[in-house]
């Protein structure tokens, strides 16, 4: 993970946003089922044990993949955790973590634990990627903690066996006349094959053990309280945490945020008009370079260009000269959602357009070839990792977490309704997952309320389309007088270090005086793309 510009969980660069940052957005859009069906066992209960948990002992970290880089500061080591926590003395799985230590000083407040999203996305290395672009008065204030999450990365990792491990290709696109038949059949083979390999542990892999796994981390620590920045699906992870132990979260920033009530089922509306949303910043930036790129020199007209494209990759994909890959339609818009994460990715964005009506007319030029190989270049393995362990616990936790409807019906009519509705995602956000044929979770979603402290600070971009502008609003009037929220006229999914001083100024002061805006505050002073 790297950043550039910052966001205080990194900001991925293009290659890594395709490989691996495909995030709770899409599955947020799916539909869940009947209340009463919600959980086929009781809640656990909190276990209080880790109060008694042995301190880390710190040492060197996990080898990296091959090419990446890593903070000399940082240390790691192990946490052991229950594997149920209804079992505590059953069996145990380690989880992996990371520290950076607070620069020297008398101000130093604590530990800061940071989660980058995903689901599923590893965060050992999170802290030396995050502390560049934090002030020294942060940095004196907290040690940065980061950890991979159970199943995830070096700890204890999961895997079902899939044959495509990337998360694109869970990503359900109807077919081109709109059927989910082939869907249907990916779902129920993904479910069986997680079924048959991961097997049942794998239903213990879920959020609201991994934050009791994070209270684990906070007395490993011999913290009394931790302070949180959780971003995208880490948003939701720390505000179960909060929920869960609301004397133990100290000052927690939450960012790009997913709404609480709809995990993770109803909001595929949201997701089609966050797209919608997003979209024209992109297309802004292709429309003004129309005389190289020839997409079209207005937003709509570049728009037209791209949903005629994406019809015609879904009739008749376009095969990627030296690769065994073709371009569909699929492809086509899972890396438009990706790289609309970043506002440093839409020129690149606008590039990978014009390669790919190349690829489609068969016109295509050395340099469009250029940007579709970096575009499509697979990041290297990670030493000890399954290939496919972000896309097994990507299904893990969306699935284990709440139950979801099996009717296969109801998920056509709504992908045909959302198709409709909204062009640019195609029906995919309310078409049917593996989820549908998984096994009925093991617990409820826990509830997130407004009882507890005034302790969260909560940024949110108008134009994010992987959690949109309305589940920002949605998790703030959750938590009512618990949370501030800083909003921002900006587009992407990263809020702070993005150009806005107004939005990076309550974060730091947060962080460092525990103020939060008094008022909802909307920040307009973003720096021009």
């Not at 869907?183 to 997680?194: K, L, M, Q, S």
């Not at 797209?275 to 790129?293: C, I, K």
């Not at 938590?479 to 730091?508: M, P």
């Not at 008094?518 to 021009?528: I, N, Q, R």
């Given at each position: 993970?790297?950043?550039?510009?910052?966001?205080?969980?990194?900001?991925?660069?293009?290659?890594?946003?395709?490989?691996?940052?495909?995030?709770?957005?899409?599955?947020?859009?799916?539909?869940?089922?009947?209340?009463?069906?919600?959980?086929?066992?009781?809640?656990?209960?909190?276990?209080?044990?880790?109060?008694?948990?042995?301190?880390?002992?710190?040492?060197?970290?996990?080898?990296?993949?091959?090419?990446?880089?890593?903070?000399?500061?940082?240390?790691?080591?192990?946490?052991?955790?229950?594997?149920?926590?209804?079992?505590?003395?059953?069996?145990?799985?380690?989880?992996?973590?990371?520290?950076?230590?607070?620069?020297?000083?008398?101000?130093?407040?604590?530990?800061?634990?940071?989660?980058?999203?995903?689901?599923?996305?590893?965060?050992?290395?999170?802290?030396?990627?995050?502390?560049?672009?934090?002030?020294?008065?942060?940095?004196?204030?907290?040690?940065?903690?980061?950890?991979?999450?159970?199943?995830?990365?070096?700890?204890?990792?999961?895997?079902?066996?899939?044959?495509?491990?990337?998360?694109?290709?869970?990503?359900?696109?109807?077919?081109?006349?709109?059927?989910?038949?082939?869907?249907?059949?990916?779902?129920?083979?993904?479910?069986?094959?997680?079924?048959?390999?991961?097997?049942?542990?794998?239903?213990?892999?879920?959020?609201?053990?991994?934050?009791?796994?994070?209270?684990?981390?906070?007395?490993?620590?011999?913290?009394?309280?931790?302070?949180?920045?959780?971003?995208?699906?880490?948003?939701?992870?720390?505000?179960v945490y909060a929920a869960l132990f609301p004397d133990r979260a100290d000052?927690?920033?939450?960012?790009?945020?997913?709404?609480?009530?709809?995990?993770?089922?109803?909001?595929?509306?949201?997701?089609?008009?966050?797209?919608?949303?997003?979209?024209?910043?992109?297309?802004?930036?292709?429309?003004?370079?129309?005389?190289?790129?020839?997409?079209?020199?207005?937003?709509?007209?570049?728009?037209?260009?791209?949903?005629?494209?994406?019809?015609?990759?879904?009739?008749?994909?376009?095969?990627?000269?030296?690769?065994?890959?073709?371009?569909?339609?699929?492809?086509?818009?899972?890396?438009?959602?990706?790289?609309?994460?970043?506002?440093?990715?839409?020129?690149?964005?606008?590039?990978?357009?014009?390669?790919?009506?190349?690829?489609?007319?068969?016109?295509?030029?050395?340099?469009?070839?250029?940007?579709?190989?970096?575009?499509?270049?697979?990041?290297?393995?990670?030493?000890?990792?399954?290939?496919?362990?972000?896309?097994?616990?990507?299904?893990?936790?969306?699935?284990?977490?709440?139950?979801?409807?099996?009717?296969?019906?109801?998920?056509?009519?709504?992908?045909?309704?959302?198709?409709?509705?909204?062009?640019?995602?195609?029906?995919?956000?309310?078409?049917?997952?593996?989820?549908?044929?998984?096994?009925?979770?093991?617990?409820?979603?826990?509830?997130?309320?407004?009882?507890?402290?005034?302790?969260?600070?909560?940024?949110?971009?108008?134009?994010?389309?992987?959690?949109?502008?309305?589940?920002?609003?949605?998790?703030?009037?959750?938590?009512?007088?618990?949370?501030?929220?800083?909003?921002?006229?900006?587009?992407?999914?990263?809020?702070?270090?993005?150009?806005?001083?107004?939005?990076?100024?309550?974060?730091?002061?947060?962080?460092?005086?525990?103020?939060?805006?008094?008022?909802?505050v909307y920040c307009t002073d973003v720096a021009p793309r």
């Amino acid at each position: 993970m790297q950043r550039s510009a910052g966001t205080g969980i990194p900001r991925r660069s293009a290659k890594v946003v395709i490989a691996v940052a495909l995030t709770v957005a899409a599955v947020a859009a799916c539909d869940v089922a009947a209340e009463e069906d919600a959980a086929s066992e009781d809640a656990p209960p909190v276990v209080d044990e880790a109060a008694d948990a042995p301190r880390v002992s710190w040492g060197t970290c996990p080898e990296l993949a091959e090419g990446a880089s890593r903070d000399p500061r940082l240390t790691c080591g192990t946490v052991e955790v229950p594997l149920d926590y209804r079992n505590p003395g059953g069996e145990k799985i380690e989880v992996a973590v990371s520290k950076l230590p607070a620069a020297k000083s008398r101000d130093r407040r604590g530990v800061l634990l940071l989660n980058p999203g995903g689901p599923a996305l590893p965060g050992l290395d999170t802290p030396g990627a995050v502390a560049p672009t934090l002030p020294p008065s942060v940095l004196a204030a907290y040690d940065l903690i980061g950890f991979d999450p159970r199943g995830v990365g070096h700890s204890t990792p999961q895997s079902c066996g899939l044959d495509d491990p990337s998360l694109a290709g869970l990503f359900p696109y109807p077919a081109a006349d709109g059927s989910i038949t082939a869907n249907v059949d990916a779902a129920r083979t993904g479910a069986e094959r997680c079924a048959t390999n991961a097997g049942e542990k794998l239903r213990y892999f879920t959020t609201a053990n991994t934050a009791r796994d994070m209270d684990r981390i906070r007395a490993a620590l011999g913290a009394e309280k931790i302070s949180y920045w959780g971003q995208s699906y880490g948003t939701y992870l720390g505000a179960v945490y909060a929920a869960l132990f609301p004397d133990r979260a100290d000052r927690v920033v939450l960012e790009g945020n997913v709404d609480p009530t709809k995990v993770w089922a109803n909001a595929k509306d949201n997701w089609g008009k966050a797209m919608s949303e997003r979209f024209p910043d992109a297309a802004e930036v292709a429309a003004a370079q129309h005389a190289t790129l020839g997409l079209g020199d207005t937003v709509d007209e570049v728009t037209q260009t791209y949903l005629a494209l994406a019809d015609r990759l879904d009739r008749t994909p376009a095969p990627v000269p030296d690769t065994p890959l073709a371009l569909t339609g699929s492809m086509l818009r899972t890396v438009t959602y990706s790289l609309l994460l970043n506002n440093e990715s839409l020129p690149m964005l606008a590039q990978f357009w014009k390669a790919a009506v190349g690829l489609a007319d068969g016109t295509l030029t050395e340099a469009d070839g250029q940007v579709l190989e970096q575009v499509f270049a697979s990041p290297p393995p990670t030493p000890g990792v399954p290939a496919d362990n972000q896309a097994t616990m990507f299904l893990a936790l969306t699935c284990g977490d709440a139950r979801w409807s099996d009717d296969v019906d109801e998920y056509a009519r709504r992908t045909a309704e959302d198709r409709a509705a909204w062009p640019l995602t195609a029906g995919m956000p309310a078409n049917i997952w593996a989820c549908a044929f998984w096994p009925k979770p093991i617990e409820e979603p826990v509830r997130v309320t407004d009882e507890g402290p005034r302790n969260t600070l909560i940024l949110q971009n108008r134009r994010d389309n992987a959690t949109p502008w309305e589940d920002g609003l949605g998790l703030y009037e959750v938590l009512g007088e618990r949370a501030a929220f800083v909003g921002a006229d900006n587009g992407g999914h990263y809020v702070y270090n993005e150009g806005s001083t107004c939005v990076d100024e309550a974060t730091v002061t947060f962080l460092t005086t525990g103020q939060l805006p008094d008022e909802k505050v909307y920040c307009t002073d973003v720096a021009p793309r």
